[in-house]
C-alpha cells in the first residue's frame, strides 16, 4: 500500500550508470586537494567539482564560512545545513564525462565536520540530530554514492604550516587544535573504520610532502584512481 512506497523510498528507481565512476579526494584543511584536482584536471574524460567553497561565502551577501570561524556555536549550524545542500547538489548533478573527481563529499561534511562540531560541544543535540535527520534522508532517497575515496594523510602541523602561509582570511582564526581533531575525526572515519560504515575502497595517499612530489605520487597511483578494478 502507500504506507510501504513511503517507507521504502524510492531509491530503487534511481539506476547509475555503471560505466561511470566517481572518486572523491578527501583530507584536512590544506592537505593539498586543490592540487590534486588540478594535476587530474589536465586530463581529458574527467570532470573536477571543486569544493563549492565561493557559495560558502556568500549567500545572498552572507558569508557563512566567516561567521562559523567567528562563532562556531552560534553559526556551526547554518554553514552545515548549506553545505549538505550544495554537496547534495554536487553529487546529483548529472556527469558529462565517464569520470568524475569531486573536492570531499556530503559524507565527510558528515562524519568529519559535523562530528566535530557536535563532539567539541560546539553544537547542540537537536541541531544535530536534525543534520542527522536530513543525510539519512538524503542517503536513502537519492544516489549519493562514490567508487573510491582517496584520502591525502597529512600531519596536523603541515596543515597548520600551509594554512598559514596559505592566508585565507576567515581561516587566520584556526588553531592547530582544530586540524588535530579535524584529523582525528578522518582517521576514525577512513582508517579505524570506528563509527560509520565506509562503502567504497579507500585510497591512503601520504601527503605530507612538497608539491613536486605529490604529483609524482598522483603520476604513479593515477591507474588506480581512474580505472575501476573490473
Ligand atoms: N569546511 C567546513 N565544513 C565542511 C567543509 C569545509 O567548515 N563541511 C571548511 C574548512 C575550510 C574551508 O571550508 O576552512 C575549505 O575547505 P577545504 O579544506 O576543503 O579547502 P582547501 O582549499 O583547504 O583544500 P586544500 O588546501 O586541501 O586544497
Redesign the pocket.
Known sequence: GAGTAVATGYKHLIKKDARKRIICIE?????????CLDYFAQTTSIEVLK?P?TK?RNVRGHNI?GL??QDASRWGIT??TY?QLTMLEQHTRPMISPIRLM??SIH??KH???ENLYRSGKMPEVDYAVLSEWFDWIQNNTDVSVDLIVY?QTSPKVCYE?LKT?C?E??KV?PLEYLEAIHELYEEWLIKRALFEVSCPVLVIGADHDMQKMIEKYEENRDQILNSPN
Open positions: 583530507g584536512n584543511i590544506a592537505s593539498g586537494k586543490t592540487t569544493e567553497l560558502w564560512l562559523m570561524y554553514l552545515q553545505v573536492e570531499r565527510s561534511a568529519v565536520f559535523v591525502l600551509r596559505r585565507r576567515e581561516e584556526i
